[in-house]
């Protein structure tokens, strides 16, 4: 997004120091962590998966660089093994 593009309620000085965040929802959580519907929410309850994030009203998303961490984290754990 380029400086002209940015909102106005975003502090243009800050904006150069947001990380790139993208949320992205089940579906595509699903696809990433090739886990069923309900072992991630049992996962999510235990500590052991990255909760979501409520975007407004019934809306949520996961942070897609927390859940690919969780991914890497599963590859070490069976490297280390």
Known sequence: M???????????RASSRLPDVR?????EVLAICGK???????????GEFPRPVKLGGRSSGWV???????AQARIKARETK
Not at 36 to 46: G, P, T
Not at 64 to 70: D, H, L, N, Y
């Open 36 to 46: 069923s519907r309900s072992s991630v929410y049992e996962a999510m309850q235990k």
């Open 2 to 12: 380029e400086q002209s593009q940015v909102p106005g309620w975003i502090d243009r």
């Open 64 to 70: 897609k660089s927390e859940i690919e961490q969780w």
């Open 23 to 27: 949320f992205i929802r089940m579906k």
